[in-house]
C-alpha cells in the first residue's frame, strides 16, 4: 500500500531548511543538470541496507512514493556495522551512513570523510533476558555483554555514552563485539548476559520477551543532561571531494532520504507495513506491532545547526574522553548550500 504523501507546504518547508534556498529547486535541478550517469541523470552508488538494519526501508519507501523516478542510483550492499563505512572509504560506494566519531577516526587515517545530509538517530538499545536479575547498564559491570562490532558507530555511541557517566566500557564489561547475528546468536543462546544491539533486532528481541534496560540515548541524556532523542547515530557521509565534485548527486541522495524520513514521521505505520524489509516475518506480530512507536523518531528531519550542535558536542566530549585524538580543522559535517 503506498504511503500517504504529505502536504506541499509542510515538505517545502522541511526540505528548505535542509538546502537552504536550494532546496525549493531541487526537482529542477536533477532534470536539468545530470550526474555523470549515461542515461544523463543523476547518478551515484549508494548504500542498500538488508534486514536487520533501520535504514533497509529507506529503499521500499522511497520505491512505492516514486522518489527515484528521475535517479540513476546504484545500490551496494553491506553486510552490517562498520562493512558500509569501509565500502566508503575504499572507493566502492559514493554514500553511506558514517558517525561523527568514525569520521574523526577517519580523518586521523588521511580519510576527508564528510557528513551532508540526515541519516538515523540513536537506535542503539541495552537488552537482557526476561528472567535476567539485572536491571541497568551499570548492574552488568564485569559481565558478558555482545555488542557490535568496533569500528561501528553503534559501538563508538556505546564507548560514549558510557563514557559520560564515567564509565570505561572496554575496562569494565566483558565484550563480545562481533556482527550483529553473532550477538544475537549469543544472546539467544545465554552465552551472554545482556547485549548492546541496534533496531530493528532490538525490538524482535522485545516481542519476544526480552526486557530493554536503557537506551544509549537515554544513558547520553544522563551524562550530559540533553535530550535523549536529540543524539545522532550518524549522517550520510561522503568523501568532501564527492560532495565538492558532484554536488547535484549529493543533493540528490540527500532529498531522497529526507522525503522519506519524512513519510515515516508523517505515518509510523508504514514501518511495520514494511517488516518484511526489516527481516521481521509476518508471525512475529508482537514485534510488528511495536515498530511504528519504537522506531519513528530514528529517522530525523533536521539537518543544521541543531544537528551540528549535537555532533560538535560528541566529538569535544570523544576527544576529553580519548576515544579520538584530534578535532580535524575542517568540521567534517556540512549544509549543502546553493548550486
Not at 50 to 62: K, L, M
Not at 180 to 198: H, K
Not at 235 to 264: K, M, S, T, W
Not at 298 to 303: A, H, I, K, S, T
Request: aromatic share 6%; proline share 7%.
Amino acid at each position: 500500500m503506498p504511503a500517504r504523501p504529505l502536504t506541499t507546504d509542510r515538505r517545502t518547508v522541511l526540505r528548505a531548511a535542509l538546502f537552504g534556498a536550494a532546496g525549493l529547486a531541487v526537482g529542477p535541478l536533477l532534470a536539468a543538470c545530470g550526474g555523470g550517469g549515461a542515461t544523463g541523470r543523476v547518478s551515484a552508488r549508494v548504500e542498500d541496507s538488508g534486514g536487520g538494519t533501520a535504514s533497509s526501508v529507506i529503499r521500499p519507501i522511497a520505491e512505492q512514493n516514486g522518489f527515484l523516478a528521475d535517479l540513476d542510483f546504484s545500490y551496494v550492499a553491506g553486510t552490517g556495522p562498520g562493512d558500509v563505512q569501509n565500502k566508503l572509504l575504499s572507493g566502492a560506494l559514493d554514500a553511506a551512513s558514517f558517525g561523527p566519531l568514525g569520521a574523526v577516526v577517519a580523518a586521523e587515517a588521511g580519510s576527508d570523510v564528510v557528513l551532508f545530509s540526515p541519516n538515523l538517530n540513536n537506535h542503539v538499545r541495552w537488552l537482557v533476558p526476561e528472567n535476567s536479575p539485572f536491571r541497568t547498564p551499570a548492574d552488568l559491570r564485569g559481565k558478558r555483554i555482545a555488542i557490535p562490532p568496533n569500528n561501528s558507530d553503534a559501538f563508538r555511541s556505546t564507548q560514549l555514552a558510557a563514557a559520560v557517566n564515567g564509565t570505561d566500557l572496554n575496562a569494565e564489561y566483558e565484550l563480545f563485539p562481533g556482527a550483529v547475528l553473532a550477538g544475537l546468536a549469543l544472546f539467544d543462546r545465554g552465552d551472554v548476559d545482556a547485549i548492546v544491539t541496534i533496531e530493528p533486532n532490538a525490538t524482535r528481541l522485545v516481542g519476544r520477551g526480552a526486557r530493554q534496560i536503557a537506551t544509549v540515548g537515554e544513558l547520553w541524556a544522563q551524562g550530559t543532561g540533553e535530550d535523549p532523542n536529540s543524539l545522532i547515530l550518524n549522517g550520510q557521509g561522503a568523501l568532501r571531494e564527492f560532495v565538492d565534485g558532484n554536488a547535484p548527486a549529493a543533493r540528490a541522495v540527500a532529498d531522497v532520504r529526507l522525503r522519506v524520513h519524512e513519510v515515516i514521521r508523517e505515518r509510523p505505520a508504514v514501518l511495520a507495513e514494511l517488516h518484511e524489509a526489516y527481516g521481521i516475518p509476518a508471525e512475529e506480530r508482537a514485534a510488528i506491532a511495536l515498530l511504528p512507536e519504537r522506531l519513528r523518531d530514528v529517522y530525523p528531519v533536521e539537518w543544521g545547526a541543531t544537528a551540528f550542535a549535537n555532533l560538535q558536542r560528541q566529538v569535544e566530549i570523544a576527544q576529553r574522553v580519548g576515544l579520538v585524538k584530534a578535532v580535524p580543522a575542517q568540521q567534517p559535517w556540512t549544509e549543502l548550500g546553493a548550486p
